[in-house]
């Protein structure tokens, strides 16, 4: 199969924290993520408050937008923008709390935990 026409997009919906970007990178060398894949931002249903993050290694897909993040490729796909255009992606590594931390303006609520929210 093809690899689908993917459109690039120069200034990313998101932003990622120094700390996030090197924690992510030293994820992609301890788990020999392959050449051609990026870190997939988005959102799926479910979680305690209706919407849940997603973070994964994937290849591009066709509703996908491309971004380049401090050297990082980002893939989002072009329907879940209106879900985390705004938001920052930070990694914690304190005593009281360790992983990834989403500050999403378009979140009207979020469950405790920080991992899903909801816009309504």
């Given at each position: 199969m093809e690899n689908p026409v993917v459109e690039t997009v120069v200034e990313s919906p998101i932003k990622i924290t120094e700390n996030a970007i090197k924690e992510i990178k030293n994820i992609i060398v301890q788990k020999n993520v392959p050449e051609g894949y990026g870190l997939r931002v988005g959102v799926q249903g479910g979680g305690c408050?209706?919407?849940?993050?997603?973070?994964?290694?994937?290849?591009p897909r066709e509703h996908d937008n491309q971004y380049i993040v401090n050297e990082l490729l980002v893939i989002i796909d072009k329907r879940h923008l209106m879900y985390i255009a705004g938001m920052e992606i930070d990694f914690?590594?304190?005593?009281n709390a360790r992983g990834f931390t989403f500050n999403n303006p378009n979140a009207k609520s979020t469950c405790g935990c920080g991992s899903s929210f909801s816009t309504k």
């Open positions: 408050s209706g919407l849940s993050y997603q973070l994964g290694f994937d290849k914690q590594d304190g005593l």
